[in-house]
């Protein structure tokens, strides 16, 4: 058995604060062509990225994850955020959780794999930051060098309690919208002088809110619309504003995408203020791995390399499933998460070595 310790310590000791590499890339491309992968550095908008590949033999088995991590914090930490220390069987480091562990992991189970199987890395440097130059752009050169998987695991933090109790087979989509009325300042006591933007915008938030968008589906709880922000810039009691400015974001499940709610926020917001502007991003679509024939490979694996039969699950936030969903079948399956991003984010020792025993597991049930 390789462990997968010291790979993931020296991960950890790479200081890659999205945007920045701090080495991580290069020494992760080492470690895999020293395991016989064929390695391709692809660096797009100043964001390092790599793609490996490994075999000749039955389906295309992808493992995509990212080397950047969040900052450290302002909180004191137990140990130094980049050190890779192990403290009482803990390994504590910014990204042991999410995802440097699992990174670690997967490539220490793939070493131990059947050099003939199909295998293949998509590791980015852009998860945590804006997405833009990472696993779409490395997606895009897959697909025009056909290297696109059959199957993709991405190895965020996917565990609640126990390792192995949860999969992800999709994600809620996300969109944020930002909404400025202008109107025309003036005395509160004189209020036919002015025009209060206050009076017409808050009923356009308070039917956004009270709209039911739907009431889930088998695999996604309801949608959900949250006002993040109403700001007038008003220090005075007296004064009518001259601009008021709104943000919410909305999770929401496959029942909908960015244009349908595009357009009842549109529609909503001419009913009472059609002077509003909105300006709309949506950072990824909503999507559904259906349970099939490979998530049934996948919880089959888990189940018998841990004895607990995994919940398939959609909650969370986004990661960049979101964008894999466009090109190949694809699930979410890694560590406990309940560290990721605060201080001293750490896993067991033996969880890391466990999930990279899960993931050989996996490895090998795609190769029956």
Same mark, same amino acid.
């Given at each position: ?31 895999? *062509? ?19 590949? @490994? ?41 042991? $959780? ?38 779409? @752009? ?14 993709? !695991?991405?190895? *965020?933090?996917? $565990?609640?309690? /126990?390792?192995? #109790?949860?999969? /992800?087979?999709?994600? @809620? %989509? ?8 202008? %109107?025309?300042?003036? &005395?509160?006591?004189?209020? &036919?002088?002015? #025009? ?15 709209? @039911? ?17 109403? #700001? ?48 709309? &991003?949506?950072?990824? *679509? ?24 995994? /919940? ?11 964008? !894999?969903?466009?090109? $190949? ?11 990721? &991003? ?8 033996? +969880? ?11 490895? +090998?049930?795609?190769?029956?």
């Amino acid at each position: 058995m390789i462990d997968p310790l010291p790979l993931a310590q020296a991960l950890l000791r790479c200081p890659s604060v999205t945007p920045q590499d701090a080495g991580a890339q290069a020494y992760l491309a080492g470690e895999l *062509e020293s395991y016989g992968f064929n390695v391709t550095r692809l660096t797009f908008g100043g964001i390092e990225n790599l793609y490996a590949e @490994r075999g000749t033999m039955g389906p295309r088995l992808c493992f995509a994850g990212h080397t950047d991590v969040v900052p450290p914090g302002s909180g004191a930490w137990r140990h130094d955020p980049f050190g890779g220390v192990v403290d009482n069987g803990v390994l504590y480091g910014r990204g042991a $959780c999410d995802m440097k562990g699992a990174v670690a992991a997967f490539v220490t189970a793939a070493a131990q794999a059947d050099q003939r199987q199909r295998l293949s890395f998509l590791i980015t440097g852009d998860e945590e930051g804006d997405a833009v130059d990472g696993t779409v @752009r490395v997606l895009d050169w897959m697909q025009t060098n056909d290297k696109i998987p059959d199957f993709c !695991i991405v190895g *965020e933090p996917t $565990c609640k309690v /126990k390792l192995g #109790d949860v999969v /992800k087979i999709g994600r @809620r %989509g996300s969109l944020n919208a930002r909404i400025t009325l202008a %109107g025309r300042q003036g &005395h509160a006591a004189y209020p &036919h002088l002015a #025009d209060n933007p206050i009076h017409k915008l808050l009923p356009a938030l308070a039917a956004m809110a009270a709209h @039911r968008l739907d009431a889930g589906t088998e695999w996604f709880e309801p949608s959900s619309l949250q006002i993040t922000s109403v #700001d007038v810039g008003n220090i005075a009691s007296n004064v009518i504003p001259a601009l008021m400015s709104a943000k919410l974001n909305i999770r929401f499940n496959d029942l909908h995408n960015a244009a349908s709610l595009s357009d009842w926020l549109t529609e909503t917001l001419a009913a009472f203020a059609p002077q509003a502007d909105l300006q709309i &991003h949506c950072s990824g *679509e909503a999507f559904l791995t259906a349970p099939g024939p490979a998530v049934t490979q996948l919880v089959t694996a888990i189940t018998n390399a841990t004895g607990v039969a995994p /919940k398939l699950d959609t909650g969370g936030g986004t990661s960049d499933a979101r964008f !894999i969903s466009r090109y $190949c079948p694809v699930a979410e399956f890694g560590l406990v998460g309940t560290s990721m &991003h605060q201080v001293d984010e750490c896993v067991p020792v033996s +969880e890391l070595r466990q999930l990279s025993d899960i993931y050989l597991a996996i490895i +090998e049930s795609f190769t029956a």
